[in-house]
Structures are given as C-alpha cells and as structure tokens.
Nanobody, 120 residues
Framework: QVQLVESGGGLVQPGGSLRLSCAAS????????MGWYRQAPGKQRELVAV???????NYADSVKGRFTISRDNAKNTVYLQMNSLKPEDTAVYYC??????????????WGQGTQVTVSS
C-alpha cells in the first residue's frame, strides 16, 4: 500500500510564501510523475505543476514565475515552493503520484489535501 502525506499548508498574507511537501511511502520501485493540483470552492480541480523523474517540469500559466516544483527521487518526495501568493491561490492543494511502480503494477495515488489560504 502506498500513501502520500502532505504538509506545509496554512494561512499567509498576500505576497507571502509557503512550501508544500509530499512524501510517498510504501513498496515503491519508482514514480514517473509527481505533481500538485488544487481545488478552490465551487471550482474543478486543476493542475498546478508536475515534474517527471528526470526533472522536466510543467506549470499552469497562472503560477508560472511564482511557483517552483522540485523532487527528491531518493526520498520519493515532491515539493512546491509558492512565492508572491495571491488570494486567488487559495485552495486545497493535492499531491499526486502518477505511474507508481509497485509489486502489483502501475498505480496512481492522491494525497489527502492541504489547505492554503491567502488573505490579509
């Protein structure tokens, strides 16, 4: 069984920064993609950023230049550094691990979500 545990959410003022972390644990051989999604009240879940095992990244246009995704393959951990936060970044942020190779095949996993609130 694979679990994703997120941390780092909270309340921050506009213009501030937060760093999210997500650690995958369990019988994992490799993880192809790791990423962050977010869902604001009344809206659909959307991609924020994704990173491959080789370090290639992709960002939503709304966060380019402000957010940075990174990962530590040895620790099966992905990070999201969020700078210059805006009220519209307020959402529940979910970690995703896609194409996770385990003893039973390839699977997709989600974290439980962590709340990020940007408000003065």
């Amino acid at each position: 069984q694979v679990q994703l545990v997120e941390s780092g959410g909270g309340l921050v003022q506009p213009g501030g920064s937060l760093r999210l972390s997500c650690a995958a644990s369990g019988s994992i051989f490799s993880i192809n993609y790791m990423g962050w999604y977010r869902q604001a009240p009344g809206k659909q879940r959307e991609l924020v950023a994704v990173i491959t095992s080789g370090g290639s990244t992709n960002y939503a246009d709304s966060v380019k230049g402000r957010f940075t995704i990174s990962r530590d393959n040895a620790k099966n951990t992905v990070y999201l550094q969020m700078n210059s936060l805006k009220p519209e970044d307020t959402a529940v942020y979910y970690c995703n691990a896609d194409r996770v190779a385990t003893t039973s095949g390839l699977w997709d996993y989600w974290g439980q979500g962590t709340q990020v609130t940007v408000s003065s």
